[in-house]
Every structure is written in structure tokens, then in C-alpha cells.
């Protein structure tokens, strides 16, 4: 069993700063990709920021509201990826999602979802 938790949303003023964090937990598994994303009332679930491994190329993407603004990188604690978000915008409210493809022990790919972590900038 893999778990996906996020935390680290809150309230914001407009262009302050955020950092959330998603961790990964589990047994015997090995980290593909690892993403956030994004779901604002009403609308569809966005792309934010995703990272690949290393083994899988080492890439990052970034959707283009966020690629000046917002960074994605591994912490140093194991399994766990950060979204430094900065410059907050009240169009960035939306409740962020971590997502990680991983490969468990049985040997399948499988894609985790947290439950999601609510950022509010206030303008």
C-alpha cells in the first residue's frame, strides 16, 4: 500500500508565499513521477508542476500560469517532493493535489493521489 499526504496550505495574502509539501510513504516501492496539481471551484483539475526521477529523465514541466513562480524540487527528507509557491495570485486558490506514479513490489505502476490540501490567497 502507497500513501500520498500532502500538507502546508493555508491562507495567503496576495504575493506572499506557500510551501507544500507531499510525502510518500509505503513499503517496497521505487518513485516514477511525482506532480502537483490543482482543482479550483467549478473548474477542471490542472497540471501544476510535475518532476520525473532520475531514472526517467530528471525533468520538471510547469504549467504556464505558475513556471515564474512556482518551483518543485525534493526535500531532503526521502520521498518527499516540495511546490514552492511564491508571488500568489488569488487566481492560484484551489485545493492542490500531489500525484505519484510509482512501481510497487508486485511489480505494477500505479498512480497515488493525496487527498488534497487547500491554498486561499486573498487579495
Known amino acids: 500500500q502507497v500513501q500520498v499526504v500532502e500538507s502546508g496550505g493555508g491562507l495567503v495574502q496576495a504575493g506572499g508565499s506557500l510551501r507544500l509539501s507531499c510525502k510518500v510513504s509505503?513499503?517496497?516501492?521505487?518513485?516514477?513521477?511525482m506532480g502537483w496539481y490543482r482543482q479550483a471551484p467549478g473548474k477542471q483539475r490542472e497540471s501544476v508542476a510535475v518532476?520525473?526521477?532520475?531514472?526517467?529523465?530528471?525533468?520538471?514541466t510547469y504549467s504556464d500560469s505558475v513556471k515564474l513562480r512556482f518551483r518543485i524540487f525534493r526535500d531532503i527528507t526521502p520521498n518527499t517532493v516540495l511546490l514552492q509557491m511564491n508571488s500568489l495570485k488569488p487566481e492560484d486558490t484551489a485545493v492542490y493535489y500531489c500525484n505519484a506514479r510509482v512501481l510497487d513490489r508486485s511489480g505494477q505502476w500505479g498512480d497515488y493521489w493525496g487527498q488534497g490540501t487547500q491554498v486561499t490567497v486573498s487579495s
Open positions: 509505503g513499503s517496497d516501492f521505487s518513485i516514477d513521477t
Open positions: 518532476m520525473t526521477s532520475a531514472g526517467s529523465g530528471g525533468t520538471t
